[in-house]
């Protein structure tokens, strides 16, 4: 496992290092000026004279090459930038919103997966049942409807029909206290519905698993020897069934960060995801290099994390990806 995860952080140096440089190669080819956006309306009247100033003040007067080496030596001494569009240091907008983005994320990771088991399990006990073709045929509605609209059709329901949930937003509105209630309210509806957007692949993968396991012949012997069901499903075909699942919790990561950067934009909710929509949209390279980056080495540790989730509850794998 130490050898492993030792090649898998070498590996890691140059992804990021080309990650890094291709953001700040997008930026030198983009059409938008970072310095017009950083200004503001009082760009559209500021002489050429102050524009360049501005733009030596911010560093985009360099080359590619030396913007982006001076942005990388900075970063590896703590240090990585300032954020032109929150007009605070991109460290800080980081440390703000990345407990928010993990809480989010965690919430809706765990709903997905004890969801999505819990259904898989229940759908391969009588595979062609009722439960197995309603929750089949739900999950593969879900697995094609995007995040955004499962998002807005939430808020209709929850918020504005029945008004039990809010809406969004971390807090009620006109409060300037954050308290547990709250944020667990708040917290209801986006976690749900990025949770609801994740469960189909967790249910399909445990659904086919735990089938395929509940036909082995190890299964068979064990319910000819008298064991009850729920000791075959659960004790053999639910731990045989999980290891397929095991390597699908990494690879969700991408598609989980896609999704909560359309939930937290949905719901408003102060998490990274929303930081890199606004970061994008306010061409600010300095906050969007940094996520980048945050985003490429949370996909790494979940294809690591998945793999050594794998090799543990199989002892048969070797560690030596």
């Known amino acids: ?35 017009k956006a950083y200004a503001g309306t009082a760009g559209l009247t500021a002489s050429q004279e102050n524009l360049d100033q501005l733009r030596a003040n ?140 994740q469960l189909p692949w ?12 509940l036909a082995e012949d190890p299964v068979r012997g064990a319910r000819a020897r008298g064991l009850s069901e729920r000791t075959v499903l659960l004790g053999h075909g639910l731990r045989s069934g999980m290891l397929p699942m095991l390597t699908l919790i990494g690879s969700r990561v991408p598609e989980l960060i896609t999704g909560a950067l359309l939930i937290e934009t949905v719901f408003s909710w102060p998490g990274i995801a929303a930081a890199t929509v606004e970061a994008a949209t306010s061409v600010d390279f300095s906050l969007l290099a940094a996520l980048t980056v945050l985003a490429t080495a949370a996909v790494l540790l979940g294809n690591l994390l998945s793999d050594l989730l794998y090799g543990l509850a199989d002892p048969r794998v070797a560690f030596d990806g």
């Open 202 to 213: 967790f249910f399909l993968y445990v659904r086919q698993g735990v089938t395929d396991a």
């Open 58 to 197: 911010l560093g985009v007067d360099q080359p590619l090459v030396a913007r982006w080496w001076n942005w990388l030596t900075s970063a590896l001494q703590g240090d990585l930038g300032d954020s032109s569009v929150m007009r605070q240091p991109v460290a800080d907008v980081i440390v703000e919103r990345m407990g928010w983005s993990a809480l989010l994320a965690t919430t809706a990771f765990v709903i997905a997966i004890l969801l999505g088991t819990a259904l898989g399990v229940l759908a391969a006990r009588r595979p062609g049942g009722w439960l197995d073709r309603a929750v089949s045929s739900a999950a593969y509605t879900l697995e094609a409807a995007p995040a955004f609209w499962l998002g807005l059709l939430a808020i209709w329901l929850f918020a504005l029909k029945l008004g039990v949930l809010p809406a969004g937003g971390l807090t009620d509105a006109g409060s300037d206290v954050v308290t547990f209630g709250q944020v667990a309210s708040h917290l209801v509806l986006p976690a749900a519905v990025l949770g609801i957007s």
């Open 1 to 35: 496992m130490a050898r492993m995860t030792g090649r898998r952080a070498l590996f890691a140096v140059p992804v990021l290092l080309t990650v890094t440089f291709g953001v700040f190669a997008v930026a030198a080819a983009s059409p938008f000026d970072q310095v």
